[in-house]
């Protein structure tokens, strides 16, 4: 007698194909807004169901004990996937069988499965029912952005981690990663030549902010602040032309070659390395420790770090809340500035990288807002002018850091949404790049 489901699989695969071909059938034209929101959130949904049928049936085919393919080897042959994605799908699928609780996360369409992913590297390291008893974890997990979420899940593996378990891994990870670096360049089919570089997070942090001192330098010869940089090159452009210079090689904007030659020397650069008094005095290994824009790193390299680097000190009163850095001024200054990049980590809507970011008065500086660390908060160019266009707006949370949530009202407005960018903020930091929203 055959089992019950094997009735049912047939049906279904019929039903999956019919559906399939009514949502491809589905057309956009002349939906209002909120129709088309309404629809993409029932997308979504469609999808994280999707994810974990996905997820359920690849177990069952590891579950098999049949000699065929694993999971992995059957999603590549029936989707034509990588094998990069196919793992990556198979892991899941062990993920969502040990998490009851993220299952349904995924199932409902409130954890996306790309998060479920980071939380399944999350269970391997620590293990899956401490994650997916963390309610506060999963909380965050499915209100947040993937991108977002990924942040809040690494600082959450940080913490529970052994202390010299989670060293000794993040120093091994630090020499996978320097055994791993490397060059290549090719020239694409328009004749241009195509460079990929891949660095260790923390030469890779020091390279990026020599080159984000070039960038700055041709920032500021192209008008700066009162000009129009972005009419003369774009940004794309201008760092295309630093990495020229500081490779000796002239610069095809030919008023760059006449100025001052870029410093092949050693020269002042800022990388802001985050670590918790912890950390630094021994008594929590364990602590926050890490490079903003790159991620967390071993607190051995501290001890490496040059003689001349500069430290700064910041005093909370509670988790992440500044309590001196300076006040009575229009402008941040380098401090708020700094400590905005320390607290916030990037953009507060989209993760964009601290380089990319302006410090925003959360009440206008004309409307009476004061220019103090708990009212500033780092956005990046098209984030900043979604909040001021009312497409976004902020909320503050319970540890005294901002979030970005969609406007409710423009998300159902039958208007397009036009973003108009900001101009993108300049180079080094923190005293000049993190420009101060007006």
């Known amino acids: 007698m055959s089992?019950?489901?094997l009735r049912v699989i047939p049906m279904f695969v019929e039903i999956v194909d019919r559906v399939a071909g009514e949502v491809v059938e589905l057309s956009p034209e002349g939906a209002s807004r909120g129709a088309l929101v309404d629809t993409v959130a029932a997308l979504s949904r469609l999808?994280?169901?999707?994810?974990?049928?996905?997820?359920r049936f690849a177990a069952a085919i590891d579950g098999l004990d049949d000699h065929g393919l694993d999971a992995a080897g059957v999603v590549r042959s029936v989707t034509h996937c990588s094998s990069r994605e196919a793992k990556r799908r198979s892991r899941r699928a062990v993920a969502v069988a040990a998490m009851p609780n993220v299952a349904e996360g995924l199932a409902s369409g409130a954890i996306p499965a790309e998060t479920v992913d980071d939380l399944a590297r999350a269970a391997t390291l620590i293990s899956p029912d401490t994650v997916d008893s963390d309610q506060k974890l999963l909380g965050l997990c499915g209100s947040r952005p993937a991108d977002l979420a990924a942040r809040e899940i690494r600082d959450w593996i940080r913490r529970h981690q052994n202390t010299n378990d989670a060293e000794r891994q993040l120093e091994r990870q630090l020499e996978r990663q320097r055994k791993a670096r490397r060059a290549s360049w090719f020239t694409?089919?328009?004749g241009m030549l195509v460079c990929n570089l891949e660095f260790d997070p923390v030469t890779g942090a020091g390279a990026l902010a020599r080159l984000d001192a070039e960038t700055d330098?041709?920032?500021r010869s192209d008008g700066g602040r009162d000009g129009r940089p972005n009419e003369i090159r774009t940004a794309a452009q201008r760092r295309s032309d630093a990495v020229a210079r500081l490779l000796g090689v002239a610069s095809p904007h030919q008023p760059d070659n006449s100025g001052d030659a870029p410093h092949t020397g050693r020269v002042s650069t800022t990388v802001v390395v985050v670590a918790d008094i912890g950390v630094i005095d021994g008594t929590d290994p364990n602590a926050r420790c890490e490079i903003l824009d790159?991620?967390?790193i071993p607190a051995s390299v501290l001890t490496q770090l040059p003689a001349d680097t500069t430290w700064h000190g910041a005093l909370f009163d509670g988790p992440g809340r500044p309590l001196w850095l300076g006040r009575g001024r229009r402008l941040a200054n380098n401090d708020q500035r700094l400590m905005a990049a320390v607290r916030d980590r990037g953009c507060i809507n989209c993760n964009a990288p601290v380089q990319r970011c302006h410090t925003h008065h959360i009440r206008e500086w004309q409307d009476g807002g004061a220019t103090d660390i708990d009212t500033l908060a780092l956005l990046c160019p098209r984030c900043h002018t979604l909040l001021h266009d009312g497409h976004i707006r902020l909320h503050r949370q319970p540890d005294g850091t901002w979030i970005a949530r969609p406007t409710a009202?423009?998300?159902a407005s039958t208007g397009p949404a036009k973003i108009k960018r900001r101009s993108e903020p300049r180079g080094p930091w923190p005293s000049d790049h993190l420009e101060d929203a007006r």
Do not use: K, T, V, Y
């Open 3 to 5: 089992h019950p489901i």
């Open 47 to 55: 999808r994280g169901a999707l994810d974990m049928a996905d997820s």
């Open 188 to 190: 694409n089919p328009d």
């Open 217 to 219: 330098s041709l920032w």
């Open 294 to 296: 790159a991620g967390p």
């Open 409 to 411: 009202a423009r998300a």
